[in-house]
């Protein structure tokens, strides 16, 4: 059985609709937006990589620049200039050594050839144990004399400290041109920078707390410094060094140890070094989180917003709809005279105007309705009686008597025959509707009587289109005409003056059947009044109206037709027919009988 | 109608646990992150024998946003001396301990005062088994590795083969222990004792004072029962025996010990010393930390033990670039 679709109301409907839409573009403008955001974050993030990298180069080149200062100054300024036969270095070293001791360890001259010491600042005495030729700095220097080298950091295992101090340092070597008795030989001069300087300018920068962080390594990807460096000596981190060496100076994104991270390399100048950013993209990430829950909040937020908004303005909008579907409710609950709200849009407006002028008819058509069952009722009640009108048939009754008293048996007879005649066609078995030559023959009949009666003092004429008796007609309508035209025409005639004449003929699609009689008439607002139902006097006749035929009329026919009256003071009177033309046949007599004059 | 009226503060009670639920994080984030508190008690923490451990706890604490206080502390009298300590850090909101027991603690009041969910012992002497995580060299295989180095001279490998060593003569071995009623001690003289008598050497005599003494009394020692080699165990008693050297460096035999102090360091540089097995500190500081915080994170009870690697250090390796980073952790 399928199951029944129970109706939501506009207004839910309404907002629904409303928040779906308004939902699915919050949702993607949300995501544009955050994907944006995601994008222009990780650029800074790339940016603020690049930037700290090339501050932090600036700063360590600057301090490297220095040391190459001290070393030039102490060749160029001093080493050059002495013969060592005469003169020591120890001075001048002393002097360099303590201008920039907060960024020096020691600084030593060596002879290549021997290894031997020629001034040392400002420890000078040599471990025993040490050669200095096997040491890396010293080889280097020998290998390549035009350029400094930078060590990478080490314990400087030189001189024999009597503070028993171990120093981490980075070895500034260069081959230097010695004099000793006038004679030319090579040295090493050596400038042993505290790597602490070094460290101490990286973990200033390594202070970041999501997981991003500084290291530096040599031209072979060899670590100078990392902030982690003790942990990777003891394998419990890794550090992806040798390739990130490869890298050009630039930002990369890299996957190591199962970690996207962003790796950002700057080289420093003359060394080689190489300065890099590492930033996992975990941390990047989790700094979105904030962003990510503070658009789910707006998200909320308007989506808030959006449902109470929609809530309110779709009450608005609808309620002149749930109004007028109040007002209609009450009306089909049988209110009569239900509220019709009319307001609200135009659209609305308009359907409350409408349904208040429907309500308006419907209730006008009931009315109608009901007095015109009442009328066709009350007619044929009328007509019913005048059928049976008993002073009519005691009349015709008494005449026969008369007749058959008066042993005038073949009037009598006549007489009987009319009135049988009579009885049969207003019987009709029940009909209302009757063809017009039944219609004709029930006048005859009628008008027969009446003028035995009356003694022949009136004449009867019948001059209707024969076209026209198989037409329909309501039965039972010329008879009152007929009665009228008798008593109040003919009842002053003299005998044989008195003449009433009964004609029908077309006129385009209808048909009319006209009385006319010569009688004394009337004036021609009495004649009008006839059919307004103010005339009701009945002085004589059948007590029939000539309203009443007119009405019954209408009632079948529509308001159309019906009588019409011509009267002329002292020359007569007319009463006009004005029917329908139509065929008399058993389809349309049903119809008709129906009421469904419409169908016909 | 009420059916959908329901629905809609259904919604919209939705919505506001959604903006509730996501503020809440929102500011759980954006607050600074949760640091924890960490009280490091160990004995005399001025010693310069500290400087590779300290720095390996500090590694350990900027790794697992922990904050390191190393309690300074003179050299304790006592089990019970520690245990205030222990007890005062406690009341002052420490989060966790890392504590190096002072000694033998047979009363129980050290143990009994360490908060156990959330105490990891960095051992290096106890007297029997803790019921806390403890972070400590194999010992025995420490002593077995100096007891090697100083019969043999060669470095002894992890993968060492067991039995007599077959190269050099038989040697007169003297031992100085620490305090051997300590188990780790117990631990180390043992193995030291297990090689050495494997490999046929003879120990002379086995030499641990309650405390430490000076190079005179070794000097007696020596003059009782010559030896040697003499094999230290203890990072004071190797100090000693380099002072002894120093005073009588033509009679002074063969010199091997255990150590990780930046004197003992020295006593190899110059010559002093002529092997020394030094425990991985730096590691085990880290590993400390690590170990508490796993603790502190989970509150796991299982007992987790983290075996300290060690290094033999000799004159000739002392600058390797490797041994320069375990040894001189601190970039001064």
Redesign the interface.
Known sequence: MKPEHKPVSIQIIMSLSFTAVAVILMLFLSFLLYSQFENRSREISREASEQLLSQTVISLEDYLRNMRRVSDSMYYAVIKRKDLADEDLREEMDILYEANKDKLVSIACYYSETGELAGACPISAVKDSVSVKDQTWFIQAEEEVENFHFSLPHVQNLFNDPSQRYNWVISLSRSVDLTRDGAAMRGVLLVDMNYSSIVHLLDQVNTDLTGGYVYLMDADGKLIYHPRKSLIRMGEVKENNLLAVSYGDQSTEEVFEGKRRMVAVKTVGYTGWKLVRVVPMEAFRSGMITTRYLMIILVAVSLLVIILTNRVLSDRITMPLRKLNESVASWEAGNMYPDIYIGGSLEVEHLGRTLASTVEQSRQLMDDIVVEQEEKRKSELEALQSQINPHFLYNTLDSILWMIQGERYDDAVYMIKQLASLFRISLSRGKTIISIGDELKHAQNYVNIQRIRYKNRFEVSFDVDPGMYSCCIVKLVLQPILENAIYYGMEYMDDGEGRIKVCGHREGDNLVLEVTDNGPGMPEEAAARLLTGEEREHAKGSGVGLINVHNRIRLRFGDQYGLSCVAHPDEGMTVRICLPGIPYNKENCSMLEAGRRGQV | ?KR?KYL?IL??LV??A??AY??W??LK??GS?EYRSVSVIVDNSTSDRWIAFR??LE?GGQ?EQINISFVSTDVFKSAEEEAAVIRKELENGADGLIVEPCGEEESGVLLNALPQPSCVLAVFGISSDPPVDTVQPDWYEMGAAAAREAVTGQNASENREPGPVSNGPVRRVGILTGDIKLKDMALCLKGAEDFLLDSGAEIVWTYGPDSVPDSRALSDKLSEKPADVLLSLEDAMTKVMADYARETPAKCPDLTGIGCS??N??NIDE?WIRALVVP?E??MG?HCVISLSRKLGTYSAVKETEPVPFVIVT?DN??D??M???L??V??
């Open positions: 109608m959908n809609q919604l919209i919505i506001f959604v903006i996501s503020s994080r929102m984030i954006s992150p720095e390996g590694q790794e930046e004197q360091i020295t010559g991985d730096y590691y880290y004159k002392l600058y670039e490797d320069e980073s375990l001189f952790p970039v001064r």
